[in-house]
Nanobody, 125 residues
Framework: QLQLVESGGGLVQPGGSLRLSCAASGFTLDYYAIGWFRQAPGKEREGVSCIASSGGSTNYADSVKGRFTISRDNAKNTVYLQINSLKPEDTAVYSC??????????????????WGQGTQVTVSS
C-alpha cells in the first residue's frame, strides 16, 4: 500500500532546470524523512539530498550544493527537488526514498526503507 512515485524528469539542456516531485500514496509523509538519490548507468546509487520530516534539517551532496533545493509540502503529501544549473554529469535516474526515522537526514542508501521507481533526468545539448 505504501508507495512513492517520482515525476518531473525529462530532457533539458545544460544550465536548465527541472522540478522533481515525490508523491506518496497509502501513507502520509508527515512522519517520514525523505531522501533523493540518483543512479547513472554503470554507477553506484548516490545520495543527492535529504530532508527530515519537519523540514528543518536538510543535507546536500557536495556536487549539487548551491544548485539543488529540497522542500516538502506535507499538505500535498509531496517532496520536491528543484534542480538548477544542470550539467551533463547530473544525468541519472532520480529516486526518492522514505525513512521511518522522521529526524533522519543522511545520504546513505541503506538508511531508507521505501523507494520509488525513479524518474529519468537527461542533461544534454
Amino acid at each position: 500500500q505504501l508507495q512513492l512515485v517520482e515525476s518531473g524528469g525529462g530532457l533539458v539542456q545544460p544550465g536548465g532546470s527541472l522540478r522533481l516531485s515525490c508523491a506518496a500514496s497509502g501513507f502520509t509523509l508527515d512522519y517520514y524523512a525523505i531522501g533523493w538519490f540518483r543512479q547513472a548507468p554503470g554507477k553506484e546509487r548516490e545520495g543527492v539530498s535529504c530532508i527530515a520530516s519537519s523540514g528543518g534539517s536538510t543535507n546536500y551532496a557536495d556536487s549539487v550544493k548551491g544548485r539543488f533545493t529540497i522542500s516538502r509540502d506535507n499538505a500535498k503529501n509531496t517532496v520536491y527537488l528543484q534542480i538548477n544549473s544542470l550539467k551533463p554529469e547530473d544525468t541519472a535516474v532520480y529516486s526518492c526514498a522514505a525513512s521511518i526515522l522522521p529526524r533522519l537526514c543522511v545520504l546513505g542508501v541503506y538508511e531508507y526503507d521505501y523507494w520509488g521507481q525513479g524518474t529519468q533526468v537527461t542533461v544534454s545539448s
